[in-house]
T-cell receptor
Framework: EPEVTQTPSHQVTQMGQEVILRCVPISNHLYFYWYRQILGQKVEFLVSFYNNEISEKSEIFDDQFSVERPDGSNFTLKIRSTKLEDSAMYFC???????????FGQGTRLTVV | AQSVTQLGSHVSVSEGALVLLRCNYSSSVPPYLFWYVQYPNQGLQLLLKYTSAATLVKGINGFEAEFKKSETSFHLTKPSAHMSDAAEYFCAVSTYNFNKFYFGSGTKLNVKP
């Protein structure tokens, strides 16, 4: 069964460093998303991406964050100058042309120390 | 604007007992509603979804949910809990364009032997 894959599963980084979280969406999907879940809190929308551009972003998604689809298969989230409060589980998701369901990856647990 | 409220951050039931997880939504447009399950250290898996067809929706693992517009609710039920149902459950709402999902804060289900 097709699935969304995320790498790495765990990432530890020092405060101030840049991290790139990687996602491979399901191959025929057209809509891509990043969500995050701070420990003990709800899953929060960060950004949606369609047709090679951001279609919507939340107030969390400030200039520190960027997304890219560098090739036909990967979808990345870059966090510049990480802060302690960026520690969270980051989920990538994708959906197809009908866009009736989002398929989520296993998540990347980011720990900023 | 859309939002979701899940009553009860923790629910504990005995094996074989009825499972009832509550979800109320707020939406300015006809909503699409979802229940996701998250097992420890795993991603979000879709249990079921309501997309304006039948109001009683059946999902995987014996779960079902009923959309009640008058009560703005989409409670998740299962007649008989199994130990393997222990997980965290998230209710989510989206709009017709599925551009993003709004998640509730989650309910952790504990199943006692």
């Amino acid at each position: 069964e097709p699935e969304v894959t995320q790498t790495p599963s765990h990432q530890v980084t020092q405060m101030g460093q840049e991290v790139i979280l990687r996602c491979v969406p399901i191959s025929n999907h057209l809509y891509f998303y990043w969500y995050r879940q701070i420990l003990g809190q709800k899953v929060e929308f960060l950004v949606s991406f369609y047709n090679n551009e951001i279609s919507e972003k939340s107030e969390i998604f400030d200039d520190q964050f960027s997304v890219e689809r560098p090739d036909g298969s990967n979808f990345t989230l870059k966090i510049r100058s990480t802060k302690l409060e960026d520690s969270a589980m980051y989920f990538c998701a994708s959906s197809d042309q009908g866009n009736t369901e989002a398929f989520f990856g296993q998540g990347t647990r980011l720990t900023v120390v | 604007a859309q939002s979701v409220t899940q009553l009860g951050s923790h629910v504990s039931v005995s094996e074989g007992a009825l499972v009832l997880l509550r979800c109320n939504y707020s939406s300015s447009v006809p909503p699409y509603l979802f229940w996701y399950v998250q097992y420890p250290n795993q991603g979000l898996q879709l249990l079921l979804k309501y997309t304006s067809a039948a109001t009683l929706v059946k999902g995987i693992n014996g779960f079902e949910a009923e959309f009640k517009k008058s009560e703005t609710s989409f409670h998740l039920t299962k007649p008989s809990a199994h130990m393997s149902d222990a997980a965290e459950y998230f209710c989510a709402v989206s709009t017709y364009n599925f551009n993003k999902f709004y998640f509730g804060s989650g309910t952790k289900l504990n199943v006692k032997p």
